[in-house]
């Protein structure tokens, strides 16, 4: 098993511009998520699925769009980047929603906006 | 709503010697507690978790943790560091009532350990 790829590992954007992260895992995980580091914040959610179709927001969803067409993938959308979107992006999944399970982390892409 | 409190933002700390990093959480209800570890540009990974049972709990790397209700709390500890121990800590809970977002986890903003030769 892979676990949890991220691609790229770093991403250098102008500001305006959009790309998407791409995040997959192998393990047949329902529950995905997506979380922002930032020095001295720790880790913030952004979006989550708990499956297929299905998405929600977390603490921190504005300038990002995600969905979720197939089990495996879970991309985050950057729509018009900014500046403030300087940060390290990790993608994660758990096997179900059940919260007594451990997740699974991805390596991040390091993203500087300019 | 549940929150978590990591009271050090840096421990330095020497080879050899004991640590412990404190986390502090707030829940309206029974919780999970979990601590992670992320070295040096890496994604994060489970050192240990509590869910229910005995209040101390074992993990890997020679780490445990004590839960202690009446002070929520969930302490990590390790009697003897290693340089290669030197890594960020994250402690996180998640209420224990599946339902709606409550499964979603609460992360507390990470300790740095740096341990010094």
């Known amino acids: 098993n892979a676990g949890v790829t991220q691609t790229p590992k770093f991403q250098v954007l102008k500001t305006g511009q959009s790309m998407t992260l791409q995040c997959a895992q192998d393990?047949?995980?329902?529950?995905m998520s997506w979380y922002r580091q930032d020095p001295g914040m720790g880790l913030r959610l952004i979006h989550y699925s708990v499956g297929a179709g299905i998405t929600d927001q977390g603490e921190v969803p504005n300038g990002y769009n995600v969905s979720r067409s197939t089990t495996e993938d879970f991309p985050l959308r950057l729509l018009s980047a900014a500046p403030s979107q300087t940060s390290v992006y990790f993608c994660?999944?758990?096997?179900?929603?059940?919260?007594?399970?451990?997740?699974?982390f991805g390596p991040g892409t390091r993203l500087t906006v300019l | 709503a549940q929150s978590v409190t990591q009271l050090d933002s840096q421990v330095p700390v020497f080879e050899e010697a004991p640590v412990e990093l404190r986390c502090n959480y707030s829940s309206s209800v029974s919780v999970y507690l979990f601590w992670y570890v992320q070295y040096p540009n890496q994604g994060l990974q489970l050192l240990l978790k509590y869910l229910s049972g005995s209040t101390l709990v074992k993990g890997i790397n020679g780490f445990e943790a004590e839960f202690n209700k009446s002070q929520t709390s969930f302490h990590l500890r390790k009697p003897s560091v290693h340089i290669s121990d030197t890594a960020e800590y994250f402690c996180a809970v998640s209420d224990s009532a599946a339902s709606g977002g409550s499964y979603i986890p609460t992360f507390g903003r990470g300790t740095s350990l740096i341990v010094h030769p």
């Open positions: 393990m047949n995980h329902e529950y």
């Open positions: 994660a999944s758990r096997s179900t929603s059940d919260p007594r399970h451990e997740q699974f």
